[in-house]
């Protein structure tokens, strides 16, 4: 897949307001999975995997917002057996028409940021 807004991130060029805002957020993912990225020889495979892990930062992202924990504890008070949001990380490919849902344990991402990011903690 193909995804112009990384390309951009990748790219070693300033952009301007609001773009480089967003682009910087992309390279925050590259810096945080630099090794990663950077043993990854084709510039193609690594281009794919950083749109991957950036879906996947973006997705943890939404789980972070406090209108998401705010609901979250909301259904816990209520009840609710299902109290934490689907949230759905996937990534198309306008190559093959793909849409690829990324294996992602939301839950472990959860417990790790819970301390930083728990506005509302209902466990």
Not at 13 to 19: I, N, Q, S, T, Y
Not at 101 to 118: A, H, K, P, T
Request: glycine residues 4%; contains cysteine.
């Amino acid at each position: 897949y193909e995804c112009e807004g990384v390309r951009a991130a990748e790219a070693a060029k300033d952009f301007v307001a609001p773009l480089e805002l967003w682009l910087r957020n992309v390279r925050d993912v590259y810096a945080k999975h630099r090794e990663e990225l950077d043993a990854i020889e084709d510039a193609d495979a690594r281009h794919r995997r950083l749109v991957d892990l950036n879906v996947i930062q973006q997705c943890v992202n939404v789980l972070k917002t406090g209108a998401v924990q705010r609901r979250r504890a909301a259904t816990w008070a209520e009840g609710e057996p299902y109290t934490a949001p689907l949230v759905h990380a996937v990534v198309f490919d306008p190559k093959t028409g793909d849409l690829r849902r990324l294996d992602i344990d939301f839950e472990e991402y959860r417990d790790e940021l819970s301390n930083v990011y728990g506005l509302y903690l209902v466990d």
